[in-house]
């Protein structure tokens, strides 16, 4: 079975703080993605990845960055760390193309910014 | 670009009997379609996915009917069952992007 896995299920910051957020996936998965998910809205892509060092932004990137040094890692990063950034943050990989169906989640973050 | 949306944010059903749930998109080039389960804590699961090519399309107790009329598609759950609750959602593709919409939460009453 793929696995992608988020080193914390739970995670609370102060405003202002760097915040990593990690997702390991174990199938040698090309692409990569992550997500936040909010009530009322489907889920958003913030950014992705389709090989090492390589990253695109998705639809809502301002206030995030990405690095993806090893193909199974795959890294958010919010430098200064906003009240608007509470949210549900969801890891994704897939083997065939950013396009296709195969997308397998994480368990996903949920992050708080007090 | 293209919004998803579901058509109801909860559905509640009985054990055993059969579950629809809704999905409509605004895109006419949508071209490509699945349904995600996510329960409890848990990351979204794929369930069924269907081309804008094909009309239904059947699973293990799951069909998903696509009208592309009307922009509407649908998940039908057979018989179900209590680990069935969960949100249910959509995604369309269209170019080079899925779409998500916000979710039905099922819950089945035994």
């Known amino acids: 079975d793929v696995k992608v896995t988020q080193s914390s299920r739970y995670l609370v910051k102060r405003t202002g703080e760097k915040v990593f957020l990690e997702c390991v996936q174990d199938?040698?998965?090309?692409?990569m993605f992550w997500y936040r998910q909010d009530p009322g809205l489907g889920l958003r892509l913030i950014y992705f990845?389709?090989?090492?060092?390589?990253?695109e932004k998705g639809d809502i990137p301002e206030g995030y960055s990405v690095s993806r040094e090893k193909k199974e890692r795959f890294s958010l990063i919010l430098e200064s760390a906003s009240t608007n950034q509470t949210s549900m943050y969801l890891c994704?990989?897939?083997?065939?193309?950013?396009?296709?169906?195969?997308?397998?989640f994480g368990p996903g973050t949920r992050l708080t910014v007090l | 670009g293209e919004s998803v949306g579901l058509h109801l944010p909860t559905l509640s059903v009985q054990e055993g009997d059969n579950s629809i749930i809704n999905c409509a998109y605004s895109n006419s080039a949508s071209d490509y379609f699945i349904w995600y389960k996510q329960e409890s804590g848990k990351g979204p699961q794929f369930i069924i996915d269907?081309?804008?090519?094909?009309d239904k399309r059947q699973g293990q107790r799951v069909t998903v009917l696509l009208n592309k009329t009307v922009k509407h598609l649908s998940l039908q759950i057979a018989a179900t069952q209590p680990g069935d609750s969960a949100v249910y959602f959509c995604?369309?593709?269209?170019?080079?992007?899925?779409?998500f919409g916000t979710g039905t939460s099922l819950t089945v009453i035994p």
């Open positions: 269907i081309r804008s090519n094909m």
């Open positions: 990845s389709y090989d090492v060092k390589m990253k």
């Open positions: 199938m040698d998965h090309e692409n």
């Open positions: 994704a990989s897939s083997l065939l193309s950013k396009l296709a169906g195969d997308r397998y």
């Open positions: 995604a369309a593709n269209t170019g080079n992007q899925f779409y």
